[in-house]
């Protein structure tokens, strides 16, 4: 017991070291985008404060409740420091969700704005930004939310359930992951609207809609239609999507506007969709998938054995 408590001891050490270390060179960096650039662009009005605001969003409260946190650490008081870090931890949340407007506000301001573009190429030349962009800089704080989820999962691992620090360690563990979660919700919004946005642009015309709030993209791919009644199969590319399934073919190559678009065929909605594997059980050359509509049954077909399984989990997964 006693060498395992040394043991326990040595690691929450090292991590507590390098907890500090890595606080210091993470407020380093935010300090020098405050100095440089927030501190300056506020003395000189280059920026209106809104746009100023928009930009950096809720970057100084972060650097502050990280100086204190960084304090307490040097002290040794890893409890204290963290139950403050944990009444402030949610102006990541909060930068997260401000960051997609950050970097369109900034790039609008490059192209519009002359006296901001030189003072930040300007900036960016000063030996402390080691050649790094602002847009470099910006996603800092997300970062280091990922880096302090695993810092604090290790210092519980091997603090001793008894200690007074155990509590502490349990309630940060625990908010870290509250906001991280938050975080990544954010970002699998923001990137399942790039891909709706995608395909809505892929698709000729505006008779299909599919950006609609609640839907999530799944996969697509090329599968072959198989004809009820005979005849050559179909090569066709299908989009899937939480609620539905999209059957597309190109349009013409030589349309003046849609050359490089797709024309939907067919929506299939698959709250009443049945799925099952026709073949495909076995290490066979790919497979055939069965979907069962209320008025109609889809068969489709691909050549590679993986690829119809992996459209047969998808589809399950979807339909269920």
């Known amino acids: 017991v006693e060498e395992q408590r040394a043991r326990w001891e040595r690691k929450r050490s090292r991590t507590a070291k390098e907890l500090l270390e890595s606080e210091h060179k993470y407020l380093e960096q935010l300090d020098f985008v405050i100095t440089f650039f927030v501190t300056i662009l506020k003395a000189k009005g280059t920026l209106k404060p809104a746009v100023l605001e928009t930009i950096f969003g809720p970057l100084e409260p972060i650097f502050l409740t990280s100086q204190v946190l960084s304090r307490q650490l040097e002290r040794g008081n890893l409890g204290l420091g963290l139950e403050t ?31 901001f573009r030189r003072f930040k190429k300007l900036q960016e030349t000063r030996p402390q930004f080691q050649g790094k962009k602002l847009e470099d800089l910006l996603p800092l704080p997300l970062q280091r939310l990922h880096e ?10 091997n603090t001793s359930p008894n200690s007074a620090e155990y509590q502490k360690l349990a309630k940060a563990v625990k908010s870290v992951s509250e906001v991280s979660q938050w975080v990544r919700d954010i970002t699998d919004k923001r990137e399942n609207s790039v891909q709706l946005l ?38 066709r590319m299908f989009f899937l999507f939480s609620d539905i399934l999209i059957a597309t073919k190109p349009c013409h190559p030589l349309h003046p506007l849609n050359s490089n678009k797709l024309a939907c065929q067919a929506v299939y909605p698959l709250h009443q969709c049945v799925v099952d594997k026709v073949f495909g059980h076995t290490q066979s050359q790919g497979g055939l998938l069965s979907l069962s509509f209320p008025h109609k049954t889809l068969l ?10 992996d459209w047969y989990q998808s589809l399950k997964a979807a339909v269920r």
């Open 85 to 115: 870090f944990c009444q402030n931890v949610e102006f990541y949340g909060h930068y997260a969700e401000n960051l997609e407007q950050a970097n369109k506000t900034l790039k609008e301001q490059l192209r519009k704005n002359k006296a």
């Open 148 to 157: 302090y989820k695993h810092f604090l999962r290790d210092l519980l691992e």
């Open 198 to 235: 995608r395909v809505q642009k892929l698709l000729k015309g505006r008779k299909t809609q599919v950006l609609t709030p609640g839907r999530w993209y799944i996969r697509e791919g090329w599968l072959l239609v198989v004809p009820s009644k005979g005849g050559e199969l179909k090569r």
């Open 300 to 309: 489709l077909m691909s050549t590679d054995q993986q690829d119809i399984n």
